[in-house]
Structures are given as C-alpha cells and as structure tokens.
C-alpha cells in the first residue's frame, strides 16, 4: 500500500517514529498516515488461499494423529472430523491452539516444544483432549463475553481420566 506513496505520508511515517518529534506533530502525522490508509485499503488484495501444507503430525516422539484417533473413539465415539499437527515453531506460552475460523478453522495445534522425551505421553493426551473439547463446545458468547471455556467443558475436562495427573505434571514443570 506504501510503495507509491506521497512524500509527505512517508515523512509522517518517518516522524511517528521519531523520539524527537513533537507530540503534536505526531499527532497530525498519525492523522495523515490514517487517511491515507482509509483511501487505499482496496489496494491490499489478499491472494486467494492454495490448500494449506501443514507439518506432519507424526513427530519425533509422539504421533499426534495416533493420540487423536484414539482418543477420538474412545471419548468422541468417533465424531469428531478435524486435523492435528504440530505447531511450527516452539511456543514459551501456549501449550495448545484449536480456530474456529479463518486458514486454522478445524486445526489443532499441539506445542513443537512438547514433542520430547522428557514430556509424558499422558500430558500430550491430556491436551489434544482438552483442544478437541473446544470443536465440541465451540466458542460462545454470553453476555456479550466469549466463553471459551463453559461450565460443561470443564467438567467433562475434569473427568478425564488423566487430568489430575496432568495439571500436577504441567504444574511442576510448565509453570
Ligand atoms: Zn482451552
């Protein structure tokens, strides 16, 4: 959008991002970058999408395609119809991802940092457990506020089978 810009909207540019400039100025400047960029949206054309290519689900350590499908038939009775894999790079914060909208719609994404030995496969289950619960209860708004963990989804989540065992394993080494 920027590449043909005017002069004096790239100078604005320049300015906000100058400590010196005067707070007015950057103001004014802010203002210039905005019309600008209210004038020009149509020039961002978004290329139309070619069939994602997602990284193998099956990693060094453990198969995520094999935990899903497990899991799937044994709590889901099979119904659930979504695709797993890892994440791309190694995250410091989210152990997991599930999208309900945009490329990501239908995809979980399990941490690359999990894929370790040292990691027990009972907490990698607990996850893509707790990931496939959200493609059961969606994300709802009530009273204008996204819950994107009910009451319901907890308890099933606490009903699992390995969640104590898995909350203390994240606890004593996620924290
Ligand atoms: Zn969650």
Redesign the pocket.
């Known amino acids: 959008m920027f590449k043909n810009a005017p002069e004096h909207v790239l100078e604005a540019i320049l300015k906000i991002y100058t400590r010196l400039t005067r707070k007015s100025t950057r103001t004014a400047c802010r203002k210039i970058i905005r019309n600008f960029i209210t004038q020009n949206q149509h020039r961002i054309v978004c290329k139309p999408k070619t069939g994602r290519i997602l990284p193998d689900p099956v990693g060094k350590v453990f198969n995520l395609g094999e935990i899903y499908n497990n899991l799937n038939s044994e709590y889901f009775s099979g119904n659930l119809d979504i695709h797993i894999t890892w994440s791309h790079k190694p995250n410091k914060r989210l152990m997991?991802?599930?999208k309900d909208t945009g490329s990501e719609k239908n995809l979980i994404r399990i941490n690359r940092l999990l894929d370790a030995k040292k990691v027990p496969s009972y907490y990698i289950n607990y996850l893509v457990y707790?990931?496939m619960?959200?493609e059961v209860f969606k994300q709802r708004v009530v009273n204008g506020r996204v819950q994107?963990?009910p009451k319901e989804?907890r308890k099933l989540e606490r009903n699992f089978p390995l969640y104590q065992k898995a909350c203390k394993w994240q606890k004593e080494h996620l924290d």
Do not use: A, D, I, Q
Request: charged letters at 20%.
């Open positions: 997991g991802t599930w707790h990931e619960l959200h994107r963990h989804f």
